[in-house]
């Protein structure tokens, strides 16, 4: 399995960024795909997961909970981070991760694959 990260840059506060985790392999028959960020000095903090199977169980950290929107594509193998009302203190290198268990894991652990990071730059 290998994750292709994309879609950082840089944004004011309140603006939208949307992130793209392209994955190859067989990750998008069963398991699941989560991001995370870390900023530098702290550990890498889980944001978001989603499921690959039909259906798509969603879940999200309580810091962006109403503001991120995780989703995948299975024609593109390509899960997205729709980041909306983005704050400064979101600023941080996104990463995104697959598991090989069907459910949207918060464990660091559970996930075996990641991708190369993707900068995320909010101004005030």
């Known amino acids: 399995v290998q994750l292709q990260a994309s879609g950082g840059g840089s944004v004011q506060a309140g603006g939208s960024l949307r992130l793209s985790c392209k994955a190859s392999g067989s990750i998008f028959v069963t398991g699941a795909i989560g991001w995370y960020r870390q900023v530098a000095g702290k550990q890498r903090e889980w944001v978001a997961a989603?499921?690959?199977?039909?259906?798509?169980?969603?879940k999200y950290a309580d810091v962006v909970q109403g503001r991120f929107t995780i989703s995948k594509d299975y024609a593109k193998n390509t899960v997205y981070l729709q980041m909306d009302s983005l704050k400064p203190e979101d600023t941080a290198v996104y990463y995104c991760?697959?598991?090989?268990?069907?459910?949207?894991?918060?464990?660091?652990?559970?996930?075996?694959?990641w991708g190369q990071g993707t900068l995320v730059t909010v101004s005030s």
């Open positions: 989603i499921t690959t199977t039909p259906g798509g169980v969603t």
């Open positions: 991760a697959a598991s090989r268990g069907a459910f949207a894991s918060t464990d660091i652990a559970t996930y075996t694959y």
